[in-house]
């Protein structure tokens, strides 16, 4: 596609429920990565995939989170038990190489009631 | 970067004025650094980027400044206009070791520009 594309773009969830969160990042950008971005924050890392293999994971906040990306291509961040702080805008960016050039999407904003 | 909250610094200017945004980073071995613009409901958006061993580089309208001694970055809009108005961040990246690919996000900045 054009773009990274997210989805959902909005998510309400109840504590203590399962969620899924798409990335569709640009077509042949080998690398994506995952990023929560708080209201009135900047984002912070989350995971980096390279292919289909999670390169970097410290910046999964607990065992609650967990991603993947099985063809190297969309990648899906679970989180289980959802909490009311895990609240926030999740974005996903992509790039040919790491060394720069990334395109974020328009996130999915998950909220925890 | 660090957050301080719901306190983002704020830049007013009127429309047609210059902007100069500013940046410190954390992170001495970070050797890639880029400015992002965010609208409201939208991801960041690339708007310019300098490499370490550079210490200004242009487009169009739009200046970066990096000076490595005091880790400091800052962005310069020309001839702002409303549509310039979002939060914007500087980002650092370390291109070596375990953290090879992770963008690390300053402090953002809200611009609000009256026409």
């Known amino acids: 596609g054009a773009g990274v594309s997210q989805t959902p773009s909005n998510k309400v969830t109840e504590k203590g429920k399962y969620v899924e969160l798409r990335c569709d990042p640009i077509?042949?950008?080998?690398?994506l990565y995952w990023y929560r971005q708080s209201l009135g924050q900047g984002p912070e890392f989350l995971i980096y995939?390279?292919?289909?293999?999670?390169?970097?994971d410290s910046g999964l906040p607990n065992d609650r989170f967990f991603a993947v990306r099985p063809e190297g291509s969309v990648s899906t961040l679970k989180i289980q038990r959802t909490e009311r702080g895990d609240s926030a805008v999740y974005l996903c960016a992509s790039s040919l190489h790491p060394s720069g050039g990334y395109t974020f999407g328009s996130g999915t904003r998950l909220t925890v009631v | 970067g660090e957050s301080v909250g719901l306190h983002l610094p704020t830049l007013s200017v009127q429309e047609g004025d210059n902007s100069i945004i500013n940046c410190a980073y954390s992170?001495?071995?970070?050797?890639?650094f880029i400015w992002y613009k965010q609208e409201s409901g939208k991801g960041p958006q690339f708007i310019i980027d300098?490499?370490?061993?550079?210490d200004k580089r242009q487009g169009q309208r739009v200046t970066v400044l990096l000076n490595k001694t005091v880790k400091h970055l800052s962005l310069q809009i020309a001839a702002t206009q409303p549509g310039d108005s979002a939060v914007y961040f500087c980002a650092e990246l370390n291109a070596g070791g375990t953290s090879y690919g992770k963008l690390t996000f300053g402090q953002g900045t809200i611009l609000t520009v009256h026409p």
């Open positions: 992170n001495s071995a970070s050797d890639y």
């Open positions: 300098i490499r370490s061993n550079m």
């Open positions: 077509s042949g950008h080998t690398a």
């Open positions: 995939f390279q292919g289909t293999g999670a390169a970097d």
